[in-house]
């Protein structure tokens, strides 16, 4: 038995958070496949995902739309799937494992990075909600849409605040309601192109190369699917953590792609929110709405939380919970949705790397098991640390250049390089 394994198996001594921030989840706490696949698509049923869809929609004929999205969730899918085994295999969150790979004061950029970017999308989520309630309620003018800001960002922290308890119980009702509600207006915009053949001879409006396209996919959860060990902690066995992964990041993000692309093919909206509105369903649109933008925005919460307890060393993530709520709804407030495309591209570039380092140390070191002491850990492992600067920055030159994937060569150039980096080394022992 490893070193993790038999942490695991107890309460870590002063524990006040039910959901283990700094500490390895012990067996008591672990959860089935099908409770961290509920979360999971809670967290990618996301409404800016389907406008990322209906952006590269306009882009693609569909016999090729559909190719290029299927890409682009197996990428994402399957680089969450592998971290997200790892996060179980090691019972720990994406930010504590990163003071096995930068060492504990290097993990500290990883969880400004991260914790910073899942900030930045609860933003993103609360304009997103606070407009388009806006505008089915038919309020006019900044004033409703700043109040239902404020309002909307301290409602969907609150199930975040809870922890895994609280979010499950609201995935295990919005869930399938949302796949019922997308799924009939998927078949309605199918009916309002003549079926198949009439979507298929729809020609493009706009052009994107497929790296572009995949990078867009990727960007959408390439921060919060990085953080996905944070769930996957609770699995009992790294198998259904990385399935659980599977599940939500290829076959969630993909539907909720596919349903954006299609619904804006068909109706010129790309948000299938606005799509219920032009049916005149407007209370369906609303449920909708709510349902999808809360699912997700309480994990990107429960994200920053636990990033600021690594910050902190802090057994509760429970206050950098509420600072991030403040904050995010913040910048809602200062105008960040409007910058989402290149906000989403340069999440593609720069976090994959990080997540592809985790891999590769994990790979190269730590098989063996992460244990809860890390005292003797490095100040900071600058090979990695090294290394996740070449990877982003072969990640951005990709983008610039328009050759290759940004976010696929970001991992492989970070998995390979740790591994170059560490050959022959083994950790210190540290539990």
């Known amino acids: 038995m490893s070193a993790s394994t038999s942490r695991r198996e107890e309460s870590p001594a002063g524990a006040v958070d039910p959901d283990y921030p700094i500490d390895p989840v012990p067996a008591s706490a672990r959860r089935s496949l099908f409770s961290l696949s509920v979360v999971l698509l809670g967290f990618t049923f996301f409404t800016p995902t389907m406008l990322a869809g209906a952006q590269i929609g306009a882009a693609f004929p569909a016999t090729?739309?559909?190719?290029?999205?299927?890409?682009?969730?197996?990428?994402?899918?399957?680089?969450?799937?592998?971290?997200?085994?790892?996060?179980?295999?090691?019972?720990?969150?994406?930010?504590?494992?990163?003071r096995y790979t930068l060492g504990t004061r290097g993990a500290k950029l990883a969880s400004l990075l991260l914790g910073g970017t899942q900030v930045g999308w609860y933003g993103v989520t609360v304009a997103t909600l606070a407009q388009l309630t806006a505008s089915a309620l038919g309020w006019e003018g900044r004033g409703p849409e700043v109040a239902l800001m404020l309002v909307g960002g301290a409602v969907m922290g609150a199930t975040a605040y809870f922890g895994y308890k609280g979010m499950y119980a609201l995935s295990l009702v919005s869930v399938p309601l949302l796949l019922v509600l997308a799924g009939w207006v998927t078949w309605r915009s199918l009916e309002e192109v003549g079926g198949w053949s009439g979507l298929t001879a729809i020609v493009p409006t706009e052009t994107m190369t497929v790296a572009v396209a995949?990078?867009?996919?990727?960007?959408?959860?390439?921060?919060?699917g990085t953080q996905a060990p944070n769930w996957t902690r609770f699995a009992r066995t790294p198998s259904a953590g990385f399935w659980a992964c599977l599940i939500a990041f290829l076959v969630g993000q993909l539907l909720m792609l596919g349903f954006g692309a299609i619904g804006a093919v068909a109706f010129g909206e790309g948000d299938f929110v606005l799509v219920l509105y032009q049916l005149g369903l407007v209370g369906w649109g609303l449920v909708f709405l709510v349902a999808n933008l809360w699912t997700t925005n309480d994990n990107t919460a429960y994200n920053f939380g636990v990033a600021g307890a690594e910050i902190a060393d802090s057994r509760s993530k429970k206050p950098f919970v509420v600072g991030g709520v403040v904050l995010g709804t913040l910048l809602a407030v200062t105008g960040i949705y409007d910058n989402l495309i290149d906000y989403l591209v340069w999440l593609g570039i720069l976090v994959p790397p990080l997540g592809g380092v985790v891999i590769g140390d994990f790979l190269a070191r730590w098989r063996g098991g992460m244990t809860g002491a890390t005292a003797l850990l490095p100040s900071v492992e600058w090979r990695n640390l090294a290394v996740y600067v070449v990877a982003s920055l072969a990640a951005w030159a990709s983008n610039e250049a328009g050759w290759g994937i940004p976010p696929v060569i970001g991992v492989v150039v970070a998995v390979l390089g740790v591994l170059a980096v560490q050959r022959g080394r083994r950790p210190v022992p540290v539990g």
């Open 64 to 98: 090729s739309l559909i190719w290029v999205l299927l890409l682009g969730s197996a990428v994402l899918g399957g680089y969450v799937a592998v971290i997200g085994g790892i996060g179980a295999r090691t019972g720990l969150t994406t930010v504590m494992m990163c």
């Open 214 to 224: 995949v990078t867009i996919v990727v960007g959408t959860f390439a921060s919060g």
